[in-house]
DNA sequence: TATTGTTATACTCTATAACTATA
DNA sequence: TATAGTTATAGAGTATAACAATA
């Protein structure tokens, strides 16, 4: 699958897939500022929405998981999302210690609305490819997405570091507090 | 989070190309987080000393322009990549108001071991691809990246929004300060 | 005057720890 | 005892503004 002209795609810019990952990311965020900062919480609070809508979780610590963020940051992302009208949290019956995020009408509303307008952003973004590129780049991130959101990041940080016998190393805490 | 057979990729996480970016990033920062940690700077610090060994751009602004950084943060960065030996800050002679960052044999021997390593990682997180996948999502993403930083973001955010007719909204300045 | 780089300050975001309630 | 959620505090990271040097 040769794409273009490119001498070498490894050497064009350094190689490290987390520049790489973060050029992109940096781009599409910058361009879709304008469109999720009426939503409190900007891009965050957008997928805070939007995940609840898809209902893959059910309570809040699962929720800051996923997104990647500390339990603490989504309290304070909900308080924000509830004040504005947007979700609700209610108390699971068969656990009363989970709060369940329910979008309300106004939050599933603006949600798809978003959605929409996101897309159109990301094809902004991804403007360098085909139609055909774009969906394979899509739909080879979601791949990638879905198996590390599936597995436990430390524990296969520690499988991965240890396959590394480059250097003679001390295995390293990988906490710092 | 259920993985099971992925009936549509476009529904299975919500869509949204930041969420699935994010989640790539977090993943691949968190596994290689103990294999940049000792440069200073963590993995912003290798990418200062990767790029300037390739040498694309000869001053301190571009070079935080191309990692998305403030000018002010580069400063810091360069401070403790120079301490601990890693680079040098050279005055330009054809614009002594210009720095250049010239990485040391030290920088560059380092930066080699640690861009080996990180492959490695990125394999791993790439894991549930097959090689030619893994290479077609590198070349379709440097691809990209070389897009979005070869155009003024600002300016590409401007002409996206103001194709942005959904709903009926003043323009908004797009910048907040 | 404009630009590069530096420094000092202020702000934002995030993590840490302690607390409540449920189990 | 252990877990989900909340709150208050402390810390890390970042931006803002003022400055010096150079053009």
């Known amino acids: 699958m040769q794409t273009t002209e490119q001498p070498d795609d490894g050497e064009v810019l350094g190689g490290d897939l987390?520049?790489?990952l973060g050029a992109v990311l940096r781009?599409?965020?910058?361009?879709?500022?304008?469109v999720v900062d009426q939503i409190p919480g900007g891009g965050r609070g957008y997928q805070v929405v939007s995940t609840a809508i898809h209902g893959t979780v059910d309570?809040?610590?699962?929720?800051?998981?996923?997104?990647g963020v500390d339990r603490t940051v989504m309290t304070y992302l909900l308080d924000d999302l509830e004040a504005a009208g947007l979700v609700t949290r209610q108390p699971d019956?068969?656990?009363?210690?989970?709060r369940q995020v329910v979008p309300t009408d106004k939050g599933s509303q603006l949600c798809r609305s978003t959605e929409r307008r996101l897309r159109l952003i990301e094809d902004h973004v991804l403007g360098s490819l085909s139609d055909a590129e774009r969906e394979t780049l899509r739909s080879l991130?979601?791949?990638?997405?879905?198996?590390?959101?599936?597995t436990?990041?430390?524990?296969?940080?520690?499988?991965?570091i240890?396959?590394?016998?480059?250097?003679?190393k001390k295995p390293r805490p990988a906490h710092k507090r």
Request: hydrophobic share 40%; with cysteine; net charge negative.
């Open 93 to 98: 019956p068969a656990d009363r210690r989970n």
């Open 18 to 20: 987390g520049f790489i």
């Open 152 to 160: 436990d990041p430390m524990q296969d940080a520690c499988t991965a």
């Open 59 to 67: 309570n809040q610590r699962d929720l800051a998981r996923r997104l």
């Open 162 to 168: 240890a396959e590394l016998t480059d250097e003679p």
């Open 27 to 34: 781009a599409y965020v910058k361009t879709a500022e304008s």
């Open 141 to 150: 991130l979601t791949r990638v997405a879905c198996s590390v959101l599936a």
